[in-house]
């Protein structure tokens, strides 16, 4: 179980303590969120029993991890559990935060937007205009059609509307996580994630 793995990781009591209290926190919060998927790109049914939304950025290094983890869950979880991408474009990540954020919405206009994640964070540190036409190009996506979306004043808007959004629900850093509505508190591991997505599909089911 949870304590086992912690004790067994070398954890100080302390932090064991804290861990507790922030898994408690994620199942049970004082009040659930409102997330809304409409404008998300989710790997499932979004009326799935278990829906995951992470607010995150092609420029954020820790997402870089972590997005592509939550991608795994959802398709090792089967259809109880759906995973729901929100771009936030982050300053303090760099100037190509906004542009891949409407990058993001274009690829998923032209029915690629999960090859296109994996690529984005597989190829981390090559973001440039020529980087993206050599793989809009690979998926077989037109890159004048490409552009033409990503520089759209409608694709503008909703790269506003979903950082609003998050910004309305308290976001303030890059990936924040909701499960079911529920703000996830903890490490963002595999083994965490996964005991937590687990564990509000045993909440469901009561």
Request: glycine letters at 8%; charged letters at 30%; one cysteine or more.
């Amino acid at each position: 179980g949870f304590i086992t793995r912690q004790v067994t990781r070398g954890k100080p009591d302390k932090d064991i303590s804290k861990m507790l209290a922030d898994r408690a926190r994620s199942a049970h919060p004082f009040k659930q969120a409102v997330v809304k998927v409409e404008n998300a790109f989710c790997l499932g049914d979004p009326k799935a029993a278990v829906v995951v939304v992470a607010f995150t950025d092609f420029e954020c290094p820790f997402c870089r991890i972590v997005s592509p983890i939550l991608r795994k869950l959802a398709g090792s979880l089967g259809d109880q559990v759906t995973y729901c991408y929100k771009p936030f474009p982050v300053k303090g990540h760099g100037a190509l935060a906004v542009s891949t954020s409407k990058a993001a919405f274009a690829a998923f206009e032209l029915g690629k937007f999960w090859e296109f994640h994996d690529i984005m964070y597989e190829q981390f540190k090559a973001h440039s205009d020529g980087d993206l036409k050599g793989y809009v190009t690979r998926l077989g996506m037109d890159w004048n059609k490409f552009q033409e979306i990503r520089g759209a004043k409608d694709t503008k808007k909703k790269v506003v509307a979903s950082k609003r959004e998050g910004l309305k629900l308290g976001v303030k850093s890059t990936p924040t996580i909701y499960v079911n509505g529920k703000r996830y508190h903890g490490e963002k591991s595999e083994v965490e994630l996964k005991d937590r997505i687990q564990e509000e599909l045993e909440l469901v089911d009561k």
